[in-house]
């Protein structure tokens, strides 16, 4: 399965997606404007291979070292955990973290992938906003054309108010949870 997240910000959904479903997923795309989202992507999504994981194990024993901390400690105790479902497995997840804005003209149309899913928490305002387009309603379905197939499930989540409409993808599935709306998208029709 190959995942992407346009709008990816430090990587933790994907991180977390990647850990849930380690066996299950080759390859992880990520995508964001911001420069900054885009280092913490990746040194996150690094920690979907061993290298990674183990780097960042040295870096909480260092600081575990300097400062006594319990929640060092506490990190320390996850990241091995963490190191235990890598260390029985064979498979490595791929991972390209990419700069784009999703809601520039073709922002995808040079990417050589296929999503079989798409997912997002789109920005809305208190920590993070769109830093252009109108965020009621943003046309991100269309951005996103280049990179699915026929079996594309997009499943994104933001506040109530901003609208996804295309006129080639339908949604097949919402729901409400809290402040929070999240839907589920694929294609109306095959191209």
């Not at 993808?169 to 949870?177: D, H, L, N, P, Y």
């Amino acid at each position: 399965i190959c995942v992407y997240d346009p709008c990816c910000g430090g990587g933790y959904l994907l991180t977390v997606l990647g850990f849930l479903n380690f066996e299950r997923i080759s390859t992880i795309m990520a995508s964001d404007i911001s420069d900054e989202a885009i280092r913490l992507a990746g040194e996150n999504l690094s920690l979907l291979d061993k290298n990674g994981l183990l780097k960042r194990i040295q870096q909480l024993d260092q600081l575990l070292s300097l400062y006594n901390k319990n929640s060092h400690l506490e990190a320390l105790h996850s990241a091995n955990n963490l190191l235990g479902i890598l260390a029985d497995s064979t498979h490595e997840i791929e991972h390209n973290v990419f700069k784009a804005d999703i809601l520039s003209d073709c922002p995808l149309d040079n990417q050589n992938f296929k999503a079989d899913i798409i997912i997002t928490d789109v920005p809305y305002g208190n920590l993070v906003e769109w830093q252009n387009g109108d965020r009621e309603n943003v046309n991100l379905l269309d951005q996103l054309l280049p990179v699915t197939t026929e079996r594309t499930v997009i499943a994104i989540c933001s506040d109530k108010s901003q609208k996804f409409h295309s006129d080639h993808f339908i949604r097949v599935e919402k729901q409400t949870i809290g402040k929070r709306l999240f839907q589920i998208f694929r294609l109306a029709k095959l191209r």
